[in-house]
């Protein structure tokens, strides 16, 4: 079977997955691919195509996604079939590049604790029995990446390109998929992102904010097992 490469969302490593793993891996390889050592997309992209499988299926969550379209966009021969799940295809909005600023000054002072507590991850998930593990593990997953990687990543969030033609050049099996409850990747941006693709499947969760992976793995996965197998 086709390797399956999943790239995490900013400061998440592959514990995000850890759900998917466990249903994938028993039938076909799967990576999980670090997006922590470049501060542009196109670095990081270029990195991780650096070590993948010659040919692979990619799944890319938040930052993740937004990898996962870079990838496409320099290797579209390579990728077989993709998936964006709570992503965004668009460049940064100055709005939005402006509150990082502050927010990287502060991780720079020592405060990434501070930062992922007040001005994250409140953002992240709907009112899942599991909230509060889930929000602990985030935690422990920024905390284990670091200041570094924090502001890597800000930073190449901001300078991000965006992707509207990618995904219209796109000719593959694709996968859109949404937590309902995202506010941080709307459904909108996933409706975008369906339409610019030709003939992608776009799936909305219930009951998920921006993490579906871990709020309702088993529907999440179900929506995966479809797009692995057309």
């Not at 990576?31 to 501060?39: D, G, K, L, R, T």
């Not at 935690?139 to 901001?158: E, I, T």
Request: net charge negative.
């Amino acid at each position: 079977m086709t390797p399956l490469v999943l790239i995490p969302g900013m400061m998440c490593d592959a514990r995000l997955f850890e759900p998917q793993i466990a249903a994938f891996s028993g039938r076909r390889a799967v990576i999980c691919a670090p997006i922590s050592a470049h501060s542009s997309v196109e670095e990081l992209a270029a990195s991780v195509l650096s070590y993948a499988p010659s040919r692979f299926a990619m799944l890319g969550l938040s930052m993740g996604g937004i990898v996962a379209m870079e990838i496409l966009r320099q290797a579209p021969n390579r990728v077989e079939r993709i998936a964006l799940l709570d992503t965004n295809p668009l460049a940064e909005q100055e709005a939005v590049r402006a509150r990082r600023l502050p927010q990287m000054m502060a991780v720079r002072e020592g405060r990434l604790s501070s930062v992922m507590r007040d001005e994250m991850k409140p953002n992240y998930l709907s009112d899942v029995p599991r909230k509060v593990a889930i929000l602990d593990l985030c935690m422990d997953m920024a905390l284990g990446l670091g200041p570094h990687v924090f502001l890597n990543q800000s930073r190449a969030l901001m300078d991000r390109p965006n992707q509207s033609e990618t995904l219209r050049n796109a000719d593959l099996p694709a996968l859109v998929l949404c937590g309902r409850e995202d506010t941080l990747c709307p459904v909108s941006r996933h409706e975008l992102m369906a339409e610019l693709i030709q003939d992608a499947r776009l799936e909305i969760i219930e009951g998920a904010g921006h993490l579906p992976t871990l709020e309702q793995p088993d529907k999440t996965n179900a929506a995966l097992a479809r797009w692995l197998e057309d």
